[in-house]
Each structure stands twice: as C-alpha cells, then as structure tokens.
C-alpha cells in the first residue's frame, strides 16, 4: 500500500511590537523580569512545513542571509522539540520548512520567535495532531519569551519572562509606522547594557501598565501615544545614538509618538489614522533617518493556517 503524503502547510505569523515594557532586575537564569503589552501587527512571514526526505530550512525575503539555518535556527528547534514532544524522532523530523521573511532579522519584532511559533502551528496541522493552543505554548516558552505571544496574537499582557500571556480585549485598529535600522541589534547586548546603564545611573522607567490598558480600552490613538514606553529604549539608544534622529524625524512628520520596538533597533511610530500613516512613511523613507519603512495595522491574529496545498 502506497503511503499518504500530506500536503505542504503555510502558516502566517505576525510581527509584534511592545505598547509597554517594563524591565525588572536581572534573575538567576539570566533572564528580566518583565511587564509588557505586545500588539501583533499586519507585517507577517510566511512559513511553509511540508514532509520531505532532505529535511532542513530555507530562508527567503528581508535579511535572509542573516539568518542561521543550521540546528540553531529557532524554527528548527521548534521542529525538533515537538518532534520530541509527540514521540517521533528528533533527529529525523523528515520536514523541511521553508521561511519567507518580511519581518525584520534581529529587529525587536520577534521575527525569530514567529517563525518558531508558525513552525509548531504548522506542524500540527501537517502531522494532524491533537494539541491546544495552550499546549503548544507551553511548549513555545521553552524555545524563548516572545514565542507564545506570536501564537496567540492579538494584544495581550505578559509577564514572567514574557511567555506568561492574558488577552488583552482591543477593539480599535491602531495604524502603525515601522523603521527598519540597518544592522540589527542582538537582544542580549541590548538588556546587558540596561543592566550596565542602571548600574552607572538612572535611565528612565516606564509608569504602571494599568494607565495603558485604560488607553488602549479608549481605543483613542492619542491617549495611547502618551502612555507608550519602553525601558530598553534607553539602552538601545545608547547601542545606537543615530536612533535618536529617527525617533524624532518621525515625531516631526506627524506621528502622534514614537517608541523603540522592543529590544530594537527597529522603531515603530503611532499615527492617528491610515493616511497619516502612509504620509509619515512616505516623509521618514525621504529623510534619510532608516533602511526602509513599513506601514502596519494592529492588533491582527496570531499564526495560523493560511494553505494546505494538494499535491499535484
Ligand atoms: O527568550 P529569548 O531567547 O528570545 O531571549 C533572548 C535573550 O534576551 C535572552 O537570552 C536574554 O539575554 C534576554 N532576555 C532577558 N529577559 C527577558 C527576555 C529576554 O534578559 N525577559
């Protein structure tokens, strides 16, 4: 009997960015304590998993050649963790899993963390296995803090390290502006060097988390613009001072405010609505501040489903 090969699954999976990230004190295992909103917004990689004999993954789009695709690839972690999980064997998934980037690499948007997330959704549906979504986030916290959150989507508060999530109800799309920097930052560099700022003085903190959510309930773009913060901000700043103009050229060209997204060094600037959006992008690409500009609407879903394609 000829054995049924499932068809390819394409999962799309968003990019995140942090409303509120509050940083606390460094803990044993390494890791910050933290408190923070994240949105999912509509700038998404595409990840197709699909059966194969020559297993591995294949990185295409934005910074694809930045991207490992060797065992310390987050999505082929994702691969062999839950292989291990469902009792097949880890160093034999059979699957490859092809990526397709618009995310930015190393650009505080967990683009490595969505690609992990997208993996774990796709593979369920590819091997038809009967795991919640609580199941594969738990499983998603162990492959790093940000990964939960891009299953779910939405917006949302997390806690712990970060992979701790609760929904967060918000109803409104706010419309976004992101600048891409041109190198990418490494997200342990930038908390060491909160750390190391902290330790030298006093780099500004974040109010309470409350205040935000009333914002976002608000659904008001501009009572959200007062409230967003982020302590990293000061510390990749510090990394990269030229941060500083593009925070202010998009603030000059009409953005109600703007905010290092997460652990940077991408920024991400609150509009008031979609054509001031597409003005403050076309006038941040011409200033000459970033690599390149995006227009994003959040919250959106977290990964899920988007193909499964018949085999010809
Ligand atoms: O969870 P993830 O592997 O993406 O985190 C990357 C790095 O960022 C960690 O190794 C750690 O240095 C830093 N980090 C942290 N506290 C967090 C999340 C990340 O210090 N809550």
Known sequence: MLAVVPPPVTVRVPAKVNLHLAVGDVRPDGYHDLVTIFQALSLADEVTVAVADEPGVEVHGEGADQVPTGA??????????????????????KVRVVIRKAIPVAGGMAGGSADAAATLVGLASLWRLEISRDELAELAGKLGADVPFCLYGGTALGTGRGERIVPVLARHQFHWVLAFDRRG?????????????????????????EAVLEGLSSGDPRQLALLLGNDLQAAAVSLRPNLRRTLRAGVDAGALAGIVSGSGPTTAFLCEDNDTAVRVAAELAGAGVCRTVRVAQGPVPGARVIATEEPK
């Open 72 to 93: 310390s690839n987050l999505a082929w972690r994702a691969v062999r963790l839950l292989a291990a999980h469902v009792g097949k064997d880890p160093d034999d998934p």
């Open 185 to 209: 930052l490494s997200t342990p560099d930038v908390f060491d060097e909160l750390d190391r700022l902290r330790t030298d003085g006093d780099p500004p903190r974040v109010g309470q988390v």
